[in-house]
């Protein structure tokens, strides 16, 4: 059953999508990702938080959840047109803390390696940080001691540079670990072809909303999932896990 939003509390002042903090009919807190978030960030979002579900990534769980558009009508100078009604894409908000960089040695050897190489997959440069700071949208679970990962909005990117990336990924130091290894990089292209099997069900799951970008849905978004998974089968070309 799709959750239901019941109220706004308040924007993060985080991220480029600064998203909205809602409460669902299930009594949970979520970061909402809306219309203002543009559909490709949803769509992103959902495909990539999908595939990196199948991988068992540490994901933070989230949801397809529904804006009444009546709740729309008590805005309360938080922007409320940039929420939009409709499906939209929701985070479940944790306890949770920051991952510093001093934390980066706290996390289990292998999910750094599973989340260098899950980046690298869907081209997601958008998880960088160095002694001298940044912003690896990566959370750390103190009660249970292990890393949520979040924020796939600017996942596939065209314009992505290796170099940057095996330079200032929160992870770069696991590259040799996987870049030196041909038998770790069979493991991990046969786990994405596994999960690619999934492709059309993530599809499937895609709300119809979602392909337009306004709300009558008269003008079509940006979204090419044809393009993507162009991109994402890359993974079984020889020159995949080739740095240059």
């Known amino acids: 059953m799709t959750v239901q939003i019941v109220e706004v509390i308040d924007r993060s002042i985080q991220g ?16 909402v990702k809306g219309l203002g978030a543009t559909r490709q960030s949803q769509v992103y979002e959902w495909v990539a938080g999908n595939l990196g579900l199948y991988l068992g990534l540490p994901i933070a769980p989230f949801e397809i959840v529904d804006i009444p558009e009546e709740l729309l009508e008590f805005d309360n100078d938080l922007g409320l047109s940039e929420l939009g009604s409709g499906p939209a894409f929701g985070s479940l908000k944790q306890h949770i803390t920051e991952l510093n960089y001093a934390g980066i040695y706290e996390v289990d050897e292998e999910v750094r390696r599973d989340v260098l190489a899950f980046d690298w997959w869907i081209r997601n440069s958008d998880r960088m940080m160095t002694e001298e700071g940044g912003n690896p949208n990566l ?65 499937d799951s895609i709300p119809r909303e979602w392909y337009y970008a306004d709300k009558e849905m008269t003008v079509p978004a940006d979204i090419n999932l044809e393009e993507i998974l162009a991109m994402l089968e890359l993974c079984q070309s020889d020159e995949f896990w080739s740095q240059q």
Not at 16 to 31: A, K, V
Not at 143 to 157: G, P, R, W, Y
Not at 183 to 195: D, H, K, L, W
């Open 139 to 203: 959370f750390w679970d103190p009660k249970d001691s292990h890393l949520v990962v979040i924020d796939h909005n600017q996942a596939f990117d065209p314009d992505f540079n290796n170099d940057d990336f095996l330079e200032f990924h929160v992870f770069s130091l696991m590259r040799l670990d996987l870049f030196d290894d041909w038998e770790r990089q069979r493991r991990y292209t046969t786990r994405f072809a596994n999960a690619l099997e999934n492709w059309q069900t993530i599809c």
């Open 16 to 31: 480029i999508t600064r998203p909205f903090i809602c409460r669902g009919d299930d009594g949970n807190i979520y970061f």
